[in-house]
């Protein structure tokens, strides 16, 4: 045999080796997603080199266990990419492409074909647990949207715990306070959910626990079980306000924020703790990412800047790279080997690559903005199948990313006021005419716009927004939300 014939037969066998694998692992590994909430590229000890005084041993140790993603793309905010998650779609295309606020119209509808209708379509057994942020009505929430329950559940964003302290402040008429009471629920099926307890500063400290607490609980009584499950865990930090309960203070060097921090790298440990502990370690994947980059300026004044978007400038709600860029990592023993990439990878494609994986054919009859990203996962193949990512917020694209290269339409600044506000409480502007380009690889902070010596650039970029323009005749978009264009 020749030694090109030999290669080739290596290489055959390699490949015929890989999918055995895949054939002899159970057809439906259990899976736990984590979803941390506003956590920066920087806050975490294995993507900050260490430099900060923030312990996070647990999600180091997740992160050399599989594969990490120094390229993980997410959407500008909190709803934005949860629901890009839950649908594999752009957030623009399910109306949900601004943070819901109270009073808010926009929700996740019952037609689009969620993660939690994947799984239970594929024979699992399906729980949500913690912070859902997509419901303004009742059929948008987990238990309605195929999830077997919901626990510790609530609708909103943390924030709301401050609601009552500056209502009363404020004097704010009884019937309003009232209606602004946010909740803690669950349900066990669908239809309408019970409320446990008031969502508010003294719960604050305690959720975290609470949602490991019944995570646990979960994995251990599906471990039992003669069906696979999938566990999506909403987790609360380091979203403000970040106080803590007695035991996680001064856990970290750098205050409150980096505390919230460790209590949420303590929570993720318990839930790891606990799949190795009932035995399905092995047949498990595990998922941890967060949903979008830090709040540096639009928190409390106590953690004016705590939160860290790495060497990126940018932060939740604007679309610079250090609001969609953030920390990702799959670990699946024996199937996914251990090792870190800076291809790209966004958050869309999660729901059509565990589809994927359990054998759950994509809906074909609207757009699908996630890749199927399995064979990338798995090393049959080294590259990432995606090279592009776009951002909306409300019905505005605002920045497209092409390989290396980012692109702005507008540009973000900050508000007025000492401190000066950015990300959702900044402001936005026109360029002129022409869009700001960026090398993201030669220039991590965007500090240099290189439109002058790459227009050539903008033929990719011409292009991807007409594929996507294509795509909106036939699928046509709902009704973005807005609350400051009023016509």
């Known amino acids: 045999m020749s030694s090109r014939h030999l290669m080739i037969a290596i290489v055959l066998i390699a490949a015929a080796v890989t999918d055995n694998a895949f054939a002899q ?8 997603l984590m979803l941390a909430d506003n956590l920066g590229y920087g806050d975490v000890g294995v993507y900050n ?13 997740l992160a050399t266990e599989g594969v990490r993603f120094t390229q993980f793309l997410v959407e500008a905010g909190c709803t934005p990419s949860r629901a890009g998650l839950l649908t594999g779609r752009l957030s623009v295309r399910t109306g949900l492409s601004l943070i819901i606020l109270p009073g808010g119209k926009n929700t996740l509808q019952d037609s689009e074909f969620t993660l939690g209708e994947m799984f239970k379509s594929a024979g699992y057994h399906t729980a949500y647990f913690g912070k859902w942020h997509l419901d303004a009505e009742s059929k948008s929430q987990p238990q309605n949207q195929g999830f077997d329950e919901w626990r510790v559940g609530f609708s909103g ?3 709301v715990t401050l609601y ?33 307890r008031p969502y508010d500063l003294e719960y604050r400290k305690q959720i975290e626990g609470d949602i490991a607490a019944a995570s646990i609980a ?7 079980a003669n069906q696979p499950f999938f566990a999506f865990i909403g987790w609360t930090r380091p979203h403000y306000p970040n106080d803590v309960s007695i035991e996680f203070v001064g856990k970290s060097r750098i205050g409150v924020y980096g505390d919230s921090v ?14 190795k502990a009932a035995g399905i370690e092995n047949n498990t994947i595990v998922i941890f990412i967060s949903d979008n980059g830090p709040t540096t300026t639009g928190g409390m004044p106590q953690e004016l800047y705590a939160g860290d978007p790495g060497p990126f400038r940018g932060e939740l709600g604007d679309a610079y790279e250090g609001s969609i860029r953030t920390v990702g990592m799959v670990k699946w023993p024996g199937m996914i080997a251990p090792r870190v990439t800076n291809e790209m990878v966004g958050i869309h ?16 009859d609207r757009p699908i903005d996630g890749v199927d990203q399995r064979a990338f996962l798995d090393g049959r193949q080294p590259q990432s199948n995606r090279d592009t990512h776009l951002t909306f917020i409300g019905d505005r694209l605002v ?14 600044l900050s508000s007025r006021g000492n401190p000066a506000g950015g990300g959702y409480i900044g402001t936005m502007r026109e360029t002129a005419g022409y869009p700001q380009i960026y090398n993201i690889e030669a220039d991590p902070k965007e500090q240099v716009n290189v439109a002058h010596l790459n227009g050539w650039v903008l033929a990719a970029y011409l292009r991807i927004i007409g594929e996507y323009q294509a795509s909106t005749k036939k699928y046509p978009n709902p009704l973005a939300p807005s609350i400051t264009s009023v016509r």
Do not use: C, H
Request: charged residues 25%; without cysteine.
């Open 157 to 159: 964003t943390t924030d």
């Open 262 to 275: 460790a209590e949420l790298d303590y929570r993720t440990g318990q839930v790891l703790d606990e799949i």
């Open 399 to 412: 920045a497209v990313r092409w390989k290396q290269w980012r692109i702005y339409p507008v540009e973000f």
């Open 164 to 196: 009552p302290t500056s209502m009363k402040q404020a004097q704010a008429p009884e019937a309003l306070r009232e209606a602004m009471v946010y909740s803690i629920v669950e349900a066990t099926g669908p239809g309408e959910v019970k409320i446990v």
């Open 49 to 61: 080199q260490w430099t900060r005084g923030i312990p996070t041993p647990r999600i180091d140790q």
């Open 25 to 32: 692992s159970s057809a439906k590994p259990n899976v736990v």
């Open 349 to 364: 494609d999660l729901l059509p690559t565990l589809a994927s994986i359990v054998g759950v054919k994509m809906p074909t």
């Open 218 to 224: 979960y994995i251990r009584k599906q471990a039992a």
